[in-house]
């Protein structure tokens, strides 16, 4: 039996335990906080036992001291042994991570072990320890943004989907107003194209409309533009899959992630939705545009 382990990781209050609450639901054998040491003795128990499990998931964090010293042999031994091993790597903004541990009132792994003194100082610590584990996950995600609910919805997109599919490609609007995208793998400006906020028919409007859809894909600009960036997607997308990659965030911005970017991130996914079946859209900033509009008329949703 081909046996699949994914390594969950990250900063502290990014969300590890839900995600892997998410994962046991969907038939990943699931352990909080192993060690790196002990992964591959428990796989090596299961192998003896003639009892392994097909898909497990284990979560390791800064609490483990020999974290960044054990990940790179681990890997190394689990090959050898035809274990295919991913990292996904869970991070958020260091404002976010601050209201998470203020609403829960629990302190920093840091802070507990006396090695940092206060909260910005131990996500900074905790940064630096984790920031080589990151660039060699497999898998980024941002949870700065996202609800449970959120959280949920990627994961499945990503590991619920796994019986045959290749690449899970998002396709993300987003506004640069309301920041970058962090999670992104791929980012396109579409910010020099001709903005329908300033066009009053189409302000209240979104990207997947078609009046909307037509004033920016339409013009000579947009369509040259659109050509481009879906000729880059082709060539490259079956790069990524031949390097291992399961997932591939696209971002698409314009200044407020409602009009253009929108309406690039829908075009795309309908014409990539036709050669991979894990093909979604999704809108980062689509709530913030809601509530500026709903500000500007005064509380008038209409």
């Given at each position: 039996m081909?046996?699949?382990?994914?390594?969950?990781?990250?900063?502290?209050?990014?969300?590890?335990?839900r995600?892997?609450?998410?994962?046991?639901?969907?038939?990943?054998?699931?352990?909080?906080n192993?060690?790196p040491?002990?992964?591959l003795?428990?796989?090596?128990?299961?192998?003896?036992?003639n009892?392994p499990?097909?898909?497990?998931?284990?979560?390791?964090?800064?609490?483990?001291e020999?974290?960044?010293?054990?990940?790179?042999?681990?890997?190394?031994?689990?090959s050898?042994?035809?274990?295919?091993?991913?990292?996904?790597?869970?991070?958020?903004?260091?404002?976010?991570?601050?209201?998470?541990?203020?609403?829960?009132?629990?302190?920093?792994?840091?802070i507990?072990?006396?090695?940092?003194k206060?909260?910005?100082?131990?996500?900074h610590?905790?940064?630096?320890?984790l920031?080589?584990?990151r660039?060699?996950?497999?898998?980024?995600?941002?949870?700065?943004?996202?609800?449970?609910?959120?959280?949920r919805?990627?994961?499945?997109?990503?590991?619920?989907?796994?019986?045959?599919?290749?690449?899970?490609?998002?396709?993300?609007?987003?506004?640069?107003?309301?920041?970058?995208l962090?999670?992104?793998?791929?980012?396109?400006?579409v910010?020099?194209l001709?903005?329908?906020?300033?066009?009053?028919?189409l302000?209240?409007?979104?990207?997947?409309?078609?009046?909307?859809?037509?004033?920016?894909?339409?013009?000579?600009?947009?369509?040259?533009?659109?050509?481009?960036?879906k000729?880059?997607?082709e060539?490259?997308?079956?790069?990524y899959?031949k390097?291992g990659?399961?997932?591939?965030?696209?971002?698409?911005g314009?200044?407020?992630?409602?009009h253009?970017?929108?309406?690039?991130?829908?075009?795309?996914?309908?014409?990539?939705?036709?050669?991979?079946?894990?093909?979604?859209?999704?809108?980062?900033?689509?709530?913030?545009?809601?509530?500026?509009i709903?500000?500007?008329n005064?509380?008038?949703?209409?």
């Open positions: 081909l046996m699949d382990l994914l390594i969950v990781t990250g900063m502290s209050g990014a969300g590890k335990t995600a892997l609450q998410n994962l046991e639901d969907m038939g990943y054998y699931c352990v909080d192993l060690p040491q002990l992964i003795y428990m796989l090596d128990t299961e192998i003896t036992a009892m499990h097909e898909k497990t998931a284990v979560t390791v964090d800064i609490r483990s020999k974290l960044l010293a054990g990940i790179d042999r681990l890997i190394e031994g689990l050898v042994k035809g274990i295919r091993t991913r990292i996904l790597f869970l991070d958020a903004s260091d404002n976010t991570l601050k209201n998470r541990y203020k609403e829960s009132r629990r302190l920093h792994p840091l507990q072990r006396g090695d940092a206060d909260l910005p100082a131990a996500l610590m905790e940064r630096d320890l920031a080589g584990l660039s060699s996950a497999d898998i980024v995600l941002d949870t700065s943004r996202l609800s449970s609910g959120g959280l919805q990627k994961l499945i997109g990503i590991f619920g989907k796994e019986g045959g599919v290749t690449m899970a490609i998002e396709f993300v609007a987003f506004g640069y107003k309301y920041g970058i962090a999670d992104a793998d791929i980012v396109f400006d910010r020099c001709p903005n329908p906020y300033y066009v009053d028919e302000r209240r409007l979104t990207g997947e409309d078609k009046v909307v859809r037509d004033y920016v894909l339409g013009s000579e600009e947009g369509q040259t533009l659109y050509g481009k960036i000729d880059l997607l060539y490259s997308i079956p790069l899959i390097e990659k399961s997932r591939l965030v696209v971002g698409l314009c200044t407020g992630g409602q253009r970017s929108l309406a690039f991130a829908s075009a795309l996914k309908e014409y990539f939705a036709e050669s991979y079946p894990g093909v979604s859209l999704s809108m980062r900033d689509m709530e913030e545009n809601r509530l500026e709903y500000e500007r005064g509380g008038i949703t209409s």
